[in-house]
């Protein structure tokens, strides 16, 4: 049972412009959300996080959305550039403490092009 | 500084030998997490640790054995492994008890059973 799913296995974007990868999840009891880059022969790189109590958070180039009542969530990257190529994962957990199980989704490839 | 270091970088492994992987914190962060990534798949959760006691096994087989000697360090013993086991494994940390939930990866150790 994928709780966590990102349909579009490949995106391509120009350079410059905005690329926007979509994150859906069924469980209504998550209650935080993260989105990772990760490169080939390298571990997750933690991008931009959400609490299930907001619906937006920006960090320079980057902006989660979350819309709860549809279990989605947006990352927007704008402007997109070549170094942002790379595989893009989003998470979910249920904050309780003693440590936060991470369910991930099946990730979106992100090409940028110049 | 966000730096999760783990050793071996690569490892290959018999069925029959006994092996370990290390990973090493200094971020304070008192929550540590083993993930298994197989190719084109997200990160799996296999153990967390917090406050240097196992919190969750994600019902991982007794062939994989968690260790926590302090809370900088995290080990993963190996014994018996089968091909199938052969996938990154991943190390994260994170903080506990504030308002900041990022799990940090390392870049992972490359493992192959033969």
């Known amino acids: 049972d994928q709780q966590v799913k990102q349909n579009s296995p490949s995106l391509s974007v120009q350079e410059g412009r905005i690329s926007i990868l979509n994150c859906d999840y069924t469980n209504s009891m998550f209650d935080y959300f993260l989105w990772y880059k990760k490169y080939p022969a390298e571990g997750p790189t933690f991008l931009i996080s959400?609490?299930?109590?907001?619906d937006k958070n920006e960090d320079g180039r980057f902006t989660v959305f979350l819309n709860k009542s549809a279990k989605h969530l947006s990352l927007h990257i704008v402007p997109s550039q070549p170094g942002d190529s790379a595989v893009y994962f989003c998470?979910?957990?249920?904050?309780?403490?003693?440590?936060?199980?991470?369910?991930f989704g099946t990730g979106t490839q992100l090409k940028v092009e110049l | 500084d966000t730096e999760v270091t783990q050793t071996p970088k690569h490892l290959v492994m018999g069925m029959t030998n006994k092996k370990s992987l290390k990973c090493e914190q200094h971020m304070g962060h008192r929550a540590m997490y083993w993930y298994k990534q197989k190719a084109k798949k997200p990160p799996e959760l296999m153990f967390v640790y917090s406050y240097e006691k196992l919190s969750i096994n994600e019902s991982v087989p007794s062939r994989f054995s968690p260790e926590c000697p302090n809370s900088s360090l995290l080990n993963l013993h190996l014994h018996a492994l089968q091909p199938e086991d052969s996938a990154l494994y991943l190390c994260a940390s994170s903080q506990e008890g504030k308002d900041s939930y990022e799990q940090y990866f390392g870049p992972g150790t490359r493992l192959t059973v033969t």
């Open positions: 998470a979910a957990t249920i904050l309780t403490g003693g440590g936060n199980k991470l369910t």
């Open positions: 959400i609490s299930s109590i907001k």
